[in-house]
């Protein structure tokens, strides 16, 4: 095991002996709140996942996406109402309250202030999509929790699907092509694919791994948004924006679906495992190649589809 990965696991040596874990919620702009507070609070909800409790939350929000400002007090009052959770006035003093935190916000701009004090707390968390609206401060964050010695992971729910999971676990040997669709709602704020494209490409990497060399923005027939990556090996993936969430993975073995979602169980039940080993399901390094792809994305489609070098979308941001 890696000393990095060591010293976060003996970080939460004190959390695999608790019976509940207190879990603190950063961010109440989004409907992940209240569906995996159900999945952890509630033994009767279908995807129950034992093992902690949502105890309490930090609104937040942000006065210039409608769909944060104008969802945060509904569900911050779900929260208190229908689960007892308790709102703080500060990040700092939610995390004197909990052992865990999910950081939700839906807008990735603050998502690198909002984890400073949680860091800093020593607060093992995971980071709902997108990680940060920048691939430098993605970089940052995973720098900051190496620093700290704090477990941080960020993850699509979209990655543990069944079907993806399967490939992803060697069910047709190497990969050497995928395709990924799933919408790809637009926010002026963030890069194009790091809104709701994100899961599209999250599944595309679950099926193909780290590697991607180059990436090229164009369209497809139908003027939907289509990238193409080429991996070492002579492997590729695609992304298209479609309505729905679905893709196809080749490989030695054969075929096979990928890409659709299962819901947010699956993730739950990953994430809940994360608090209590302290081991992330998902590496930074593929976290943060995930994010220089759409980056990449987005650099192409300002130079009229040509193609861009991920190593040199990491490079600039590594400055």
């Given at each position: 095991?890696?000393p990095?990965?060591l010293?976060?696991?003996?970080l939460?040596?004190?959390?695999?002996?608790?019976a509940?874990?207190?879990?603190?919620?950063?961010?109440c702009?989004?409907?992940?709140?209240t569906?995996?507070?159900?999945?952890?609070?509630?033994?009767?909800?279908?995807f129950y996942?034992p093992?902690g409790?949502?105890?309490?939350?930090?609104?937040?929000?942000?006065?210039d996406?409608?769909s944060?400002w104008s969802?945060?007090?509904g569900?911050?009052?779900?929260l208190?109402?229908k689960?007892?959770?308790?709102?703080?006035?500060t990040?700092e003093?939610?995390?004197?309250?909990v052992d865990?935190?999910?950081l939700?916000?839906?807008d990735g701009?603050?998502?690198l202030?909002?984890?400073r004090?949680?860091?800093k707390?020593?607060?093992?968390?995971?980071?709902d999509?997108p990680m940060?609206?920048?691939?430098?401060?993605?970089l940052?964050i995973?720098?900051?929790a190496?620093?700290?010695?704090?477990?941080?992971?960020s993850?699509?729910?979209?990655?543990?699907?069944?079907?993806?999971?399967?490939?992803?676990?060697?069910?047709?040997g190497?990969?050497h092509?995928?395709?990924?669709?799933?919408?790809c709602s637009?926010?002026?704020?963030?890069p194009d694919?790091?809104?709701?494209?994100?899961?599209?490409?999250?599944?595309?990497?679950?099926a193909?791994?780290?590697?991607?060399?180059t990436v090229?923005r164009?369209k497809?027939?139908?003027?939907?948004?289509?990238?193409v990556?080429?991996w070492?090996g002579?492997r590729?993936?695609?992304?298209?924006?479609?309505?729905?969430?679905?893709?196809l993975?080749?490989?030695?073995?054969?075929?096979a679906?990928?890409?659709?979602?299962?819901?947010y169980g699956?993730?739950?039940a990953e994430?809940?495992?994360f608090?209590?080993?302290?081991?992330p399901?998902v590496?930074?390094?593929?976290?943060?190649?995930?994010?220089?792809?759409m980056?990449?994305?987005d650099e192409?489609?300002?130079?009229d589809?040509?193609?861009v070098q991920?190593a040199?979308?990491?490079?600039k941001?590594?400055?």
């Amino acid at each position: 095991m890696k000393p990095y990965l060591l010293l976060t696991s003996l970080l939460c040596a004190s959390l695999l002996n608790a019976a509940d874990l207190r879990i603190g919620i950063i961010g109440c702009d989004t409907s992940h709140v209240t569906a995996f507070t159900e999945s952890i609070n509630n033994p009767e909800a279908k995807f129950y996942v034992p093992g902690g409790k949502v105890v309490g939350a930090f609104k937040g929000g942000s006065k210039d996406i409608e769909s944060s400002w104008s969802r945060v007090e509904g569900y911050a009052k779900t929260l208190q109402e229908k689960y007892g959770v308790k709102m703080y006035d500060t990040i700092e003093d939610l995390c004197q309250n909990v052992d865990a935190v999910l950081l939700e916000s839906v807008d990735g701009r603050p998502h690198l202030d909002q984890v400073r004090p949680v860091l800093k707390a020593k607060k093992i968390v995971y980071i709902d999509k997108p990680m940060a609206a920048s691939l430098r401060d993605v970089l940052e964050i995973f720098r900051l929790a190496k620093q700290a010695g704090v477990p941080v992971f960020s993850s699509s729910g979209l990655r543990f699907g069944k079907n993806t999971q399967a490939v992803r676990n060697g069910s047709l040997g190497r990969v050497h092509y995928a395709e990924t669709y799933g919408p790809c709602s637009i926010e002026p704020t963030h890069p194009d694919l790091f809104w709701y494209g994100i899961h599209g490409v999250e599944s595309l990497f679950t099926a193909l791994g780290t590697g991607c060399e180059t990436v090229q923005r164009g369209k497809t027939a139908e003027g939907a948004i289509e990238v193409v990556g080429t991996w070492t090996g002579n492997r590729k993936g695609i992304y298209r924006e479609e309505k729905n969430f679905r893709g196809l993975a080749k490989g030695e073995k054969g075929e096979a679906p990928v890409g659709g979602f299962d819901g947010y169980g699956p993730l739950v039940a990953e994430i809940m495992k994360f608090f209590k080993t302290g081991i992330p399901p998902v590496s930074p390094e593929e976290t943060i190649e995930i994010f220089a792809f759409m980056e990449a994305a987005d650099e192409s489609k300002a130079k009229d589809g040509a193609p861009v070098q991920i190593a040199d979308v990491l490079r600039k941001n590594l400055k």
